[in-house]
């Protein structure tokens, strides 16, 4: 018998371990702490997506209008930044909402030498967004790439000499702990060139009434969203959750600046999940950890910013200062001569 060999690539690690697979897996691992929790990530499917998107429109849920509000006055200002040179708009995340729209409609207007490169891992996600791009601004060069962000930016600079401009908005930073958003700025900072530009939205501390009701909202949109994760995973995972006997909790931590969201068993239950084969017993008023939000000082942005390798050029804030776009530029030292 011949001895044969093969070499393992990404399409046969997508056959053998797919995305339904390490959704179970991150269930089990969560459901079987002593703290249980589930990754934010998860909230994000089809009807998730939708769910925020309703989220966004609430009068409660303030840092959507904050940042547009930040965006329509100062998109010529971050212009200056970028002007006269060629450059990427790199997006990391395929959004291509009223946001983008924004910077890339003032940017065209400029006449601004630029491509816009979204940057996401769903390609159904980047196939919708090249779509709606394609027939709303047509004049705009763009050219999306379906990859996570950090592979993305290293294949882009490796064929690119352009200075990126990269927008990271929504306060998407607030979803990770201190330590996590310290190392995602660290691994963005190394795929990226002395020079290029970061602009990062941050959700600034404040009233802690006014956090409470922006993540507990009157009409119970926030509430459907994280139940939305339970009937997930009974739908693709073949989970028996009784939806009706768990509820959503918003809560703020004043020690780490954090609004948290949990999702809390009402009753002693047990739930079994037939793709991972196995029970989770809950007490009554046992939490699930869904999500951090993360609030902000301006003195913590650019502590931020120096430790993880960039300056601060400015800080743009909504007109109430709830929240503020940072522009930060990549520092790297020179190489000696």
Request: charged share 25%; glycine share 8%.
């Amino acid at each position: 018998m011949t001895a044969t060999y093969k070499v393992i690539n990404a399409t046969d690690y997508s056959d053998s371990f797919g995305e339904r697979d390490a959704f179970a897996l991150d269930v089990l691992v969560g459901l079987s702490e002593t703290r249980k929790s589930i990754p934010s990530k998860y909230l994000y499917d089809a009807r998730g997506s939708e769910l925020f998107r309703e989220i966004t429109k609430l009068t409660e849920y303030y840092p959507t209008n904050c940042e547009l509000e930040i965006l329509e006055n100062r998109s010529t200002a971050l212009a200056e930044y970028v002007s006269g040179r060629p450059f990427n708009l790199v997006e990391l995340g395929a959004g291509f909402g009223r946001k983008t729209r924004i910077l890339l409609g003032r940017f065209a207007e400029l006449d601004l030498d630029f491509r816009y490169v979204p940057i996401d891992i769903s390609e159904s996600a980047m196939d919708g967004l090249v779509a709606e791009l394609t027939d709303k601004l047509p004049n705009v060069e763009a050219g999306g790439l379906v990859s996570d962000y950090f592979n993305g930016l290293k294949w882009l600079n490796n064929r690119d000499d352009r200075l990126n401009f990269v927008l990271f908005l929504g306060s998407s930073i607030g979803n990770f702990s201190h330590n996590e958003s310290r190392v995602f700025l660290r691994n963005l900072w190394n795929c990226l060139n002395h020079g290029d530009i970061v602009l990062i939205g941050f959700d600034l501390k404040k009233d802690i009434e006014l956090l409470l009701h922006a993540y507990n909202d009157s009409r119970g949109v926030t509430q459907e969203f994280n139940l939305n994760l339970l009937r997930r995973i009974n739908r693709e995972l073949g989970g028996h959750f009784d939806i009706d006997k768990f509820r959503h909790f918003g809560t703020y931590d004043v020690f780490s600046g954090g609004m948290e969201s949990y999702l809390v068993s009402l009753e002693r239950q047990t739930v079994y999940i037939d793709m991972i084969g196995r029970s989770f017993t809950f007490a009554p008023w046992e939490p699930i950890h869904t999500e951090y939000s993360y609030k902000y000082l301006i003195p913590e942005i650019e502590h931020l910013a120096l430790e993880t390798g960039f300056s601060v050029a400015t800080h743009y804030f909504d007109s109430r200062r709830f929240f503020t776009d940072s522009v930060w530029r990549v520092e790297k030292p020179r190489p000696s001569t």
